[in-house]
């Protein structure tokens, strides 16, 4: 499995402005609305905000893997973002956010949408891809750190 199967350059932020965990979903959706016009990025918070209501994404060690389903979408697309001073994500471990992984699924593909969720869990337990990552110069440097790493 490759990341870049499911995510573009265009679809990874340097350095998230987000203050709260509503900004950071908000700015993690934005490319999406950006690449597709017709995308529908309120729906697309909500589904979000409707998944961290049960149980926060944001598990530990900087990490938030936001994630949900909707059945607008075609196909499953990620969002990765990096923020420099932290977002507080209600994490599991209380400290603040700084690696955000966003997966949104269609309804229809519940098992490759768990596999991947899986896979990113398993990629950013590696220490020194997190160290990798956080100390990447820029957006081209992220994108080259998360395709070596797939």
Request: aromatic share 6%; charged share 25%; net charge negative.
């Amino acid at each position: 499995m490759k990341l870049e199967d499911y995510l573009q350059p265009e679809f990874v932020i340097g350095d998230l402005a987000a203050e709260s965990k509503g900004e950071a979903l908000a700015e993690l959706v934005a490319p999406l609305k950006k690449r597709w016009p017709d995308f529908d990025d309120a729906k697309a918070r909500q589904v979000l905000l409707d998944r961290e209501s049960l149980g926060t994404t944001g598990i530990g060690d900087a990490v938030a893997i936001p994630h949900g389903k909707m059945e607008s979408l075609q196909q499953i697309v990620i969002v990765v973002g990096r923020s420099l001073k932290g977002v507080n994500f209600d994490a599991l471990d209380l400290k603040p956010c700084r690696i955000f992984f966003l997966v949104l699924a269609p309804e229809h593909v519940a098992g490759l949408h768990l596999r991947i969720l899986a896979h990113i869990s398993r990629l950013l337990s590696d220490e020194s891809f997190r160290r990798a990552f956080l100390g990447a110069e820029d957006e081209a440097a992220l994108w080259r750190v998360l395709t070596a790493a797939a």
